[in-house]
């Protein structure tokens, strides 16, 4: 979880969600550094409006959205069936879904690692444990130490149904709490690997995945998410109760989606969402 709350203006608290000209974000650590960007660049142009955002993981902003302690939450996956159920006992609605962004989840190796591409069958294996030797993979004789995320992450969960195909991580894999601890770990660590957004990639290298043995080896870029070839791509979500989608926080979910907003998308890193996918 992100310990440190970040404040982005003097923002009044409410238990029950927004009012006039208070915004309050929480969530997925992936999108958290963008949710951030977002409000400093809305609140430089809209001075009335005051937005707090924090992280915690996608869990966690589903658990405050359900709670009526977050206006918006913030998510790396799409919400679970129980998580609407909680969602109608509290407020008597299924939550509005927008899709905010494209990532191409990347997977990371230290700089200086010989491997350039791994196919998901490769990467099951190193992330179920099974595979423990890069060696066994076309790399060094030395042993592969496994990166991961907090179960509240939705990385961890996309990653885990996606490649790990609901197995379980290696028991061995080094949890941290957030993408940029997994960064700085696999910065220092020459065996390292692990998965994050696109945009967490400094200090780290992104490996080109296969779909299989036979497939082309792909980059995780923005016209190979958008072409849905890259095989680790996901859409990046933000939920709102529709009691509270109106006033401020519609004209700040319209803006995000406008191509004001998703301009700030591409420069924090992420890939801003073709036209066709900024529709409800």
């Known amino acids: 979880m992100i310990k440190k709350l970040i404040l982005l203006g003097l923002v009044a608290m409410s238990t ?30 809209n001075p009335q409006t005051k937005i707090q955002v924090s992280g915690g993981g996608s869990g966690v902003g589903f658990a405050a959205l359900q709670n009526k302690a977050t206006d918006l939450a913030d998510a790396s996956r799409k919400i679970k069936a129980s998580e609407v159920a909680e969602c109608l006992k509290a407020f008597g609605h299924r939550p509005t879904e927008y899709k ?15 491997v350039k591409e791994l196919t998901l069958e490769q990467l099951e294996g190193i992330f179920t444990g099974k595979t423990r030797n890069w060696k066994d ?6 042993p592969i130490t496994v990166y991961s995320r907090e179960n509240s992450s939705g990385t961890y969960e996309f990653f ?6 609901g197995k379980d991580f290696a028991a061995s894999a080094q949890t941290e709490p957030g993408t940029a601890a ?6 220092k660590d020459k065996g390292g690997i692990g998965y994050g957004g696109a ?14 043995a036979g497939s082309p080896a792909i980059e995780p870029t923005e016209a190979n998410v958008i072409a849905g070839v890259y095989p680790i791509w996901r859409f990046l979500y933000i939920y709102v109760n529709p009691d509270l989608d ?16 998703q301009k700030v998308v591409k420069e924090v890193g992420y ?4 036209d066709k996918w900024r529709e409800k």
């Open 246 to 261: 109106k006033n401020e926080i519609a004209a700040y979910l319209n803006w995000i989606r406008s191509d004001e907003g």
């Open 100 to 114: 905010v962004a494209l990532d191409g989840l990347s997977v990371y190796v230290n700089d200086d690692n010989p």
């Open 16 to 45: 029950g969600g927004a009012w006039a000209g208070n915004i309050t974000v929480k969530g997925s650590d992936t999108l958290v550094i963008l949710a951030q960007k977002w409000a400093e660049v809305y609140m430089s142009k």
């Open 199 to 212: 945009a967490y990639g400094k200090g780290a290298r992104a490996l080109l995945v296969k779909k299989d």
């Open 271 to 274: 890939f801003p969402l073709p």
């Open 137 to 142: 993979v076309g790399g060094n004789d030395a």
């Open 182 to 187: 997994v960064l700085q770990g696999i910065a």
């Open 160 to 165: 885990k149904e996606h490649v790990l195909k």
